[in-house]
């Protein structure tokens, strides 16, 4: 056996991937691994303008952002601040939140009301029945960091309007007959302010107002509106339905039977 | 007492709405209800041009559907078609499939690896690692009625491709150390279909392969998925991560400690 050829066999022998590494070797198509089958999209030659790509990108977030697929996150990417101005203050939020109230609306219908006062539904507060959004116009549409201070200055104002789609489900919703309870991450100290705030927005009946107590601080908004739903169910109500515009106030033990995710592409509470 | 006063008395008595229904009385501001404060937005005075009108529609129904709001539904809706198929064949889905891998990829990289080997990501398969846009597009693209016995000919075929984003999610977090757990809704009958299609696609090695047995028929996909995720939390696995175009693959107890939604405008499985 020539030399060449032992040395070639140690070699592959330590070092096998030079056999197939090696621009010189004439590969065998057998040992090659077939390039695996993977989706191509028919539009994907087109390269999109830059305007467009950013189009795309936002989209992209704010859909992450509204599947909870997104880690915590403190202000909207500056790249789309622009973007979530456009999407807040125009239609397609409107839009956004009508569609999430007739869901909820047809859903309701179709729950049994028994006659004894236990069927509920929750309403969490802050950009679910009131908007913030005159705040949020003088403070970049949630691209900058969220300052507590003046948050609670206008909380005290007491002048947050109603999103109409959500004042007219509500009515709907206490027509129907469901114990209405509003569970909030306001602390208890801004309960009279809510009040006003509420009435003056045209939500003037309800059978609970629940506010972030002593007790509350510290825990993040799942664990206090869970425990909350908790304690809500203990006292025997049944909760049909659950709306929020953030996962915090859907998700954890117990859950609503079903809940509903308003928009809300302008901050994040955990 | 003139005796039109006392009827007038009388009246107001049994008739006090009168009072202030009357049109010839003036009425003192304090009387009349405050018309509520609603949020108005800067742009709806503009009237969308039918087209425009469509998207926003049908960008509204997509959310609904991602942030699962929908009533269960068997079929896009027939003013959606287009819509779905331009999103589905074009940049948009691709964008918010790689934003959701991507996401998966920033918090599994979080995630402490213990040396047990319990570390698990789960990962449904179609339309999560596996695309049957090949198929949907010769049917619609979720526009027309699902058809059992066509749809099993297609993944009888094998042929499905990787979703691109997917693949390279699945290749990283397995490099990372997590165990690997396929839990999906296709039957046992389809494992031997299954796995050769998996690797075709680039899907070479698991942990684990779940599909639908004899005792899950009937079951919705929520409870047979979660039910899975108790008997691989029994068995001692810490489920860190679970991706699913479904919100039936996220849901019910136990919950993963986070979950990936990809999109899927196409089709809904409770």
Known sequence: ?????????????????????SPLDPIEPSQVLPRPLILQFTSSLEE??????????CDSWRFAAEANNLAPWRVVPAECGTYVKEYVTGQAYRFDLEMAARESLIYARTVEIKGDGMDAWIFDIDET?????????SHGYGSEIFNSQEFDAWVEQAIAPAIE????????????????????????????????????????????????????????????????????????YRIHGNSGDQWSDLLG?????????????MYFIP
């Open 253 to 265: 033990y117990p859950v609503s039977s079903r809940s509903f995710k308003l928009p809300n592409p």
């Open 129 to 137: 029945l009131l908007s913030n959004l005159p705040y949020y116009a």
């Open 48 to 57: 999109p303008d830059d305007s467009t790509l950013n189009q795309l990108r």
């Open 165 to 236: 789609s959500s004042l007219i489900l509500y009515e709907e919703v206490r027509a129907l007959g469901f114990k209405i309870i509003f569970l909030t991450g306001r602390s208890e100290g801004h309960m009279n302010v809510t009040i006003e705030n509420l009435k003056r927005a045209g939500f003037l009946h309800w059978d609970k107002l629940i506010l972030r107590g002593a007790n509350d601080r510290g825990k993040t908004a799942t664990s206090y509106k869970s425990g909350k739903r908790r304690e809500i169910e203990e006292e025997g």
């Open 1 to 21: 056996m020539k030399s060449s050829v032992i040395l070639s066999l140690i070699a592959l022998l330590f070092f096998p991937h030079l056999l197939l590494s």
